[in-house]
């Protein structure tokens, strides 16, 4: 539920199965989990990761069922315990979780004696998608390693930009890739990355010039505003795309040979420009790819063995 559950041992398999399903043949890979029952359970709207969990889900021959917020008995008041309880009685073996709230995979997984696939978790963490970002890393900058330990990354640059603050992306990000080498360099105004995020922890430093930092990447990481989360917070987005905005012109004059990595759902003219959403510096649709096959890992290990569950 948390990358920092996941020992390096732990993540290199994660690496490797994810390798080894995606390679397989799907007949034979539909047969491992065939007729297990996987719910996925969304209070949060989400494209690409319930559609690569179902697909990761499926492509094990599980049969999956989704019950989402807007549809369900969850408008009427459930709590997630309850509706919990009553996918387990309906036969779930394990749910897959995107909720509002961080650590509701912990109370879910207490209140259900299931395994918990941590989806997304409000402000607090996104671990199946540093896995994929991981993945994505690697194939470009280490292709062919997933047994990664804590010198893998050494000489690696990973600046992450923009709502620092409100994204559970980053934090999985910042809690995963220092353990594996790699400098970690948080760039964003104030109101998105508070000063207190100076000490964020070892390997991880704050950089508020975007094209300071953009300058030592090897990687840059942009991230949406979280609209959502705001919670009043008024920004000046020409102020914001003028400091922070990763245009071809910046991206040209300061990191001609970075990674170009975003989480999704990527916001054309704000974060990003489509010049370098879609140029070839860009790695976007690699990272969806790389959920797939990350998530067959992720499922497979939740059904096969108990705790520590990502
Ligand atoms: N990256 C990510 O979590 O995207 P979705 O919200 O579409 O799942």
Known sequence: MSVTTLTLDEVSHILTRASFLEAEDPLERAKRLAKRKIALLFYESSTRTRTSFELAAKGLGSDTTLVSSLSSSIEKGETLKDTGLTLRALGAEAIILRHPNSGSPWLLEQETRLPVLNAGDGMHEHPSQALLDLRTMLNHLRPGVTQVGPETLAGVTVTIVGDILH???????????????????????????????????PGIEVERDFERALAQSTVVMMLRIQAERLAGLQLDLEEYKTAYQL???????????????????????????????????????????HGVAIRMALVERALTQKGGQA
């Open 167 to 201: 994204s559970r992306v980053a934090r999985s990000n910042m809690l995963l890739l220092p353990r594996l080498g790699a400098r970690v360099i948080l760039c964003g105004p104030p109101p998105l990355l508070p000063d207190v995020a100076v000490d964020a922890g």
């Open 247 to 289: 245009n071809g012109e910046r991206l040209a004059k300061f990191a001609p040979t970075a990674l170009v990595l975003h989480p999704g759902p990527i916001i054309r003219g704000l974060e990003i420009t489509p010049e370098v959403a879609d140029g070839p510096q860009s790695l976007i649709l690699e990272q969806v790819h």
